[in-house]
């Protein structure tokens, strides 16, 4: 067993959480189970997490960094290969989508939403993590690539994300898509989402030329 102290034990305590809480749900996961799974003793994980509830938005924080990290900006999808402003928002919206779709993501969205009227506080984090950080990323984007107001970016960004990740997000929550079962690689993006579809709705709802 190897000896964790401080932060480090915290974040593999975090870490083991999460696998046992997306395994077996909120309610059947005990404090027990994850003390046993972190090989730490019920005392050092009550000392950095006071209760299941604390151990969960502490899960939660966790997975809403590595998200978010891992879809990354719409700036990102610029590349010297793909110099396209329109391109890069379409495959903004298909990485969100793709990551959405993991079957690890939708276990998680639903252990929120069971959750979100016990501890509303919590979804309320999951709900700003999951759509309002990547929806006000599109918002600047568009804003910045095309000279719009923010305003306009805005609601541009909300009627983007409506027609282009939820409906195949609620299709996945409720199992009638079969989600992604392996962690989603950019690379297999345009085998796992629609990018046609997605780049029709951006046609649509972005100005033209960008601005110079």
Known sequence: ????????????????????????????TSMDV???????????????FP?????FSGVVALVRELYLDRLGSPEHYVTAERADPAGALVRYCGRLLQLLLWSSSLRTLRMGIAEAER????????????????????????????GVTQEEAREAAEIL????????????????????????????????????????????LVPGEPAS
Not at 165 to 188: C, F, W
Request: aromatic share 8%; glycine share 6%.
């Open 1 to 28: 067993m190897v000896a964790r102290r401080g932060e480090k034990l915290r974040e593999h305590i975090l870490w083991a959480a999460k696998d046992v809480f997306l395994e077996a749900g909120f309610e059947r």
């Open 34 to 48: 994850v003390a046993q799974r972190a090989e730490t003793s019920k005392r050092s994980l009550y000392a950095h």
């Open 51 to 55: 209760s299941k509830d604390a151990l």
């Open 161 to 204: 994300i409506g027609r282009t990740v939820y409906p195949g997000l609620m299709q996945g929550l409720l199992g009638v898509r079969q989600p992604i079962t392996e962690r989603p690689d950019e690379a297999t993006l345009a085998a796992d989402v629609d990018l046609d579809r997605i780049a029709a709705s951006v046609r649509q």
């Open 119 to 146: 501890v509303p506080e919590i979804a309320a984090g999951y709900y700003e993590a999951v759509f309002e950080a990547p929806m006000a990323r599109i918002a600047g984007y568009i804003s910045r690539t095309w």
